[in-house]
T-cell receptor, first 111, second 113 residues
Framework: DAKTTQPPSMDCAEGRAANLPCNHSTISGNEYVYWYRQIHSQGPQYIIH???NNETNEMASLIITEDRKSSTLILPHATLRDTAVYYC????????????FGAGTQVVVTP | ETGVTQTPRHLVMGMTNKKSLKCEQH?????MYWYKQSAKKPLELMFV???????ENNSVPSRFSPECPNSSHLFLHLHTLQPEDSALYLC????????????FGEGSRLTVL
């Protein structure tokens, strides 16, 4: 599976949009981009995933570049409860959920 | 509430003890997983069970012994652990053939003295 690169940390003001980048330049055609987050001492939580089209759900939006080499997770109106480590993972569909978690991005939302 | 319940939430054991971690999922999923998260390290996949058959063992030492008696339950039996095995052990489930996302439990925090 392709590796991903994320900034180690970023801050965001409460109520503003948080844009979390992820590079996955070696992604192949059958690999999806998944995003999870982990609030301190809890299990990771699924946020969103996509293949090549942009996706939106009640939690976030996922923007994937046309060449699929990078993506951005957008939290439209960050709240203090969005403070967490965010993981961007690239994985083939049907890989039995064998996600390879990296270090992720520590997002701190401040009042 | 994710539909995946882990017990106990906290466990302290000596190196000579035998204990078990339990995971139960109420989502009707057909695959279950054990992940390990040590301090300041990424999550590591330990075991994968699909339809109650073990399909992955990521070079985990034999002092960790998984058991999946049915599609809703997963155990991790622990014996003669080392202090470096202290970590957060996370159980997850998924439905193969669907979109593949994992649903995690809250984890069992293990301390080995």
């Amino acid at each position: 599976d392709a590796k991903t690169t994320q900034p180690p940390s970023m801050d965001c003001a409460e109520g503003r949009a948080a844009n979390l980048p992820c590079n996955h330049s070696t992604i192949s055609g059958n690999e999806y981009v998944y995003w999870y987050r982990q609030i301190h001492s809890q299990g990771p939580q699924y946020i969103i995933h996509g293949l090549k089209n942009n996706e939106t759900n009640e939690m976030a939006s996922l923007i994937i570049t046309e060449d699929r080499k990078s993506s951005t997770l957008i939290l439209p109106h960050a709240t203090l409860r969005d403070t967490a480590v965010y993981y961007c993972i690239v994985m083939k569909s049907g890989s039995w959920g064998k996600f390879q978690f990296g270090a992720g991005t520590q997002v701190v939302v401040t009042p | 509430e994710t539909g995946v319940t882990q017990t106990p939430r906290h466990l302290v054991m000596g190196m000579t003890n035998k204990k078990s971690l339990k995971c139960e999922q109420h989502l009707g999923h057909n695959a279950m997983y054990w992940y390990k998260q040590s301090a300041k390290k990424p999550l590591e996949l330990m075991f994968v069970y699909s339809l109650e058959e073990r399909v992955e063992n990521n070079s985990v030492p034999s002092r960790f012994s998984p058991e999946c008696p049915n599609s809703s339950h997963l155990f991790l039996h622990l014996h003669t652990l080392q202090p470096e095995d202290s970590a957060l052990y996370l159980c997850a489930s998924s439905q193969e053939g669907a979109t593949g996302e994992l649903f995690f439990g809250e984890g069992s925090r293990l301390t080995v003295l």
